[in-house]
């Protein structure tokens, strides 16, 4: 059995604050034992090496994770705004196209959730290509366990059977709790976990059929997607369930419904009861309580019952069970107070490493910071601030105004204001200093790069 995996990893994960972030969504985060992304992508290795779409912004996340974690992936595409699944969708077509592969079957994946039964997924997988192959669009249903307010359902016609193909009636919104018990009573509702299965030209006949303005233009994409810019940001955002899926006939469209140990994540309820991140807290006077942290802390509840608490390095939120879905609501809250809240985390990833900032005062700011194996920082200067920095792992090379520099755990530096200046470890082995700043502006624009490795300007 062999097919392209696309594998769409946008999004923000905004019902999973504060751990996921705008800048450091869900997809990443250190909520397995692996970030979901690898988890997924190495579940689909053995199908052949994929293609994600994603985010400009995501980048050197994207491109750490797969180097750090040896993953095969033929191709990323980056969006350079979101515009949600449909445009992504049609943009892996259009690449394909280019690749002379529109005969080819491709099977769309999210890249945020947990599937704990693959040999299940290998199952309909095969069936489902078998549909595609007589061109046909599959999606797969996931059976409920609970009437989930938080996923859309695929209704297929009575009497449909695990692992088998089945006829879709309806594609339903997510529902309110009420009309979701009335649709795990039915037992022809299934959840919609958003994958699909197809033949790329049949997808592009469907795109010119019912998106002909979104197929018109990523049409005009030029092979080397030189000009994706300025066409992806003229594209409507919508997803491929409104665009294609809802419009499509029965002899078009089939489901198969199935039970894979699937789950999206998506809300802290469903995350505390598989995270690996759980700590046990101390109870008094208090029950059925759930802590997520990966601090070093002790936690304390008293006289409360049913909550979730989620501790981070700058936030903290609590909420009760069975309500984390309103997290979103919160977010949107913070947005209009405090955005760099719903951003940021204190931990900021580079191409080169990471650096988590430690103090950030009117007066001084501090950081410890990260250099990997092999990797240095640019060669840059900063207007308004010197720095002082103290190796505390690892041995560097700093270059200082052209003049090369040794300095190894416990050794210092100075960097003063407008002095040309980069870090570099040549070693196999992680470099890590303390970095404190003072001056009169700390902000990460206050920047000039001379030479930088990963092209940025």
Same mark, same amino acid.
């Given at each position: 059995?062999?097919?392209?995996?696309?594998?769409?990893?946008?999004?923000?994960?905004?019902?999973?604050?504060? #751990?996921?972030?705008?800048?450091?969504?869900?997809?990443?985060?250190?909520?397995?034992?692996?970030?979901?992304?690898?988890?997924? %992508? !190495?579940?689909?290795?053995?199908?052949?090496?994929?293609? &994600?779409?994603?985010?400009?912004?995501?980048?050197?996340?994207?491109? +750490?994770?797969?180097?750090?974690?040896?993953?095969?992936?033929?191709? #990323?595409?980056?969006?350079? /705004?979101?515009?949600?699944?449909?445009?992504?969708?049609?943009?892996?077509? @259009?690449?394909?196209?280019?690749?002379?592969?529109?005969?080819?079957?491709?099977?769309?994946?999210?890249?945020?959730?947990?599937?704990?039964?693959?040999?299940?997924?290998?199952? #309909?997988?095969?069936?489902?290509?078998?549909?595609?192959?007589?061109?046909?669009?599959?999606?797969?249903?996931?059976?409920?366990?609970?009437?989930?307010?938080?996923?859309?359902?695929?209704?297929?016609?009575?009497?449909?059977?695990?692992?088998?193909? =089945?006829?879709?009636?309806?594609?339903?919104? +997510?529902?309110?709790?009420?009309?979701?018990?009335?649709?795990?009573?039915?037992?022809?509702?299934?959840?919609?976990?958003?994958?699909?299965?197809?033949?790329?030209?049949?997808?592009?006949?469907?795109?010119?059929?019912?998106?002909?303005?979104?197929?018109?233009?990523?049409?005009?994409?030029?092979?080397?997607?030189?000009?994706?810019?300025?066409?992806?940001?003229?594209?409507?955002? &919508?997803?491929?369930?409104? =665009?294609?899926?809802?419009?499509?006939?029965?002899?078009?469209?089939?489901? %198969?419904?199935?039970?894979?140990?699937?789950?999206?994540?998506?809300?802290?309820? /469903?995350? #505390?009861?598989?995270?690996?991140?759980?700590?046990?807290?101390?109870?008094?006077?208090?029950?059925?309580?759930?802590?997520?942290?990966? !601090?070093?802390?002790?936690?304390?509840?008293?006289?409360?019952?049913?909550?979730?608490?989620?501790?981070?390095?700058?936030?903290?939120?609590?909420?009760?069970?069975?309500?984390?879905?309103?997290?979103?609501?919160?977010?949107?809250?913070?947005?209009?107070?405090?955005?760099?809240?719903?951003?940021?985390?204190?931990?900021?990833?580079?191409?080169?490493?990471?650096?988590?900032?430690?103090?950030?005062? =009117?007066?001084?700011?501090?950081?410890?910071?990260?250099?990997?194996?092999?990797?240095?920082?640019?060669?840059?200067?900063?207007?308004?601030?010197?720095?002082?920095?103290?190796?505390?792992?690892?041995? =560097?090379?700093?270059?200082?105004?052209?003049?090369? &520099?040794? @300095?190894?755990?416990?050794?210092? &530096?100075?960097?003063? /204001?407008?002095?040309?200046?980069?870090?570099?470890?040549?070693?196999?082995?992680?470099?890590?200093?303390?970095?404190?700043?003072?001056?009169?502006?700390?902000? !990460?624009?206050? %920047?000039?790069?001379?030479?930088?490795?990963?092209?940025?300007?």
């Amino acid at each position: 059995m062999k097919f392209t995996p696309i594998i769409l990893s946008g999004g923000s994960g905004t019902r999973l604050w504060p #751990v996921s972030r705008k800048q450091y969504p869900k997809q990443f985060c250190d909520l397995l034992d692996k970030s979901l992304q690898t988890l997924t %992508i !190495e579940r689909l290795q053995k199908y052949g090496a994929g293609v &994600i779409v994603t985010s400009a912004t995501l980048k050197t996340l994207t491109e +750490k994770n797969i180097l750090q974690n040896n993953l095969k992936i033929s191709k #990323v595409l980056y969006e350079p /705004v979101g515009k949600n699944t449909a445009p992504a969708v049609a943009l892996a077509c @259009r690449y394909l196209e280019f690749q002379g592969k529109s005969e080819e079957i491709i099977a769309v994946f999210p890249s945020d959730a947990q599937i704990l039964k693959p040999e299940v997924l290998d199952t #309909v997988l095969k069936t489902a290509i078998d549909q595609a192959q007589s061109g046909s669009v599959v999606t797969l249903g996931i059976q409920p366990k609970a009437p989930e307010t938080g996923f859309g359902y695929i209704q297929v016609k009575h009497g449909a059977t695990l692992n088998q193909v =089945a006829e879709v009636l309806k594609f339903h919104e +997510k529902p309110n709790l009420d009309k979701a018990k009335e649709f795990l009573a039915d037992g022809n509702f299934f959840w919609n976990a958003g994958i699909f299965i197809f033949k790329v030209s049949k997808m592009i006949e469907h795109f010119k059929k019912y998106e002909p303005e979104l197929w018109q233009k990523i049409a005009v994409l030029k092979n080397d997607l030189s000009n994706l810019e300025e066409i992806y940001g003229s594209l409507k955002s &919508i997803s491929l369930d409104y =665009a294609v899926m809802e419009k499509l006939n029965s002899n078009e469209l089939k489901c %198969i419904p199935c039970e894979m140990g699937w789950s999206d994540l998506g809300s802290w309820d /469903v995350v #505390v009861e598989n995270a690996t991140g759980n700590v046990n807290p101390t109870q008094v006077g208090a029950k059925g309580n759930a802590v997520f942290s990966r !601090e070093n802390k002790k936690y304390g509840l008293v006289g409360c019952d049913d909550l979730i608490v989620v501790d981070t390095a700058d936030a903290l939120m609590i909420c009760k069970k069975g309500e984390s879905q309103k997290v979103k609501d919160l977010v949107e809250s913070f947005e209009k107070t405090d955005a760099k809240i719903v951003t940021q985390h204190t931990v900021e990833h580079r191409p080169w490493g990471k650096f988590e900032i430690l103090r950030d005062e =009117a007066y001084f700011k501090s950081k410890i910071i990260t250099v990997e194996p092999g990797q240095q920082i640019s060669y840059q200067s900063h207007a308004k601030r010197s720095e002082h920095w103290v190796i505390v792992q690892g041995e =560097a090379f700093v270059i200082l105004n052209d003049e090369e &520099i040794k @300095r190894k755990a416990g050794e210092y &530096i100075f960097i003063p /204001v407008g002095a040309k200046h980069r870090i570099i470890n040549r070693s196999q082995y992680s470099v890590e200093f303390v970095e404190v700043q003072t001056g009169t502006y700390f902000g !990460e624009d206050d %920047i000039v790069r001379y030479q930088d490795d990963y092209g940025r300007a």
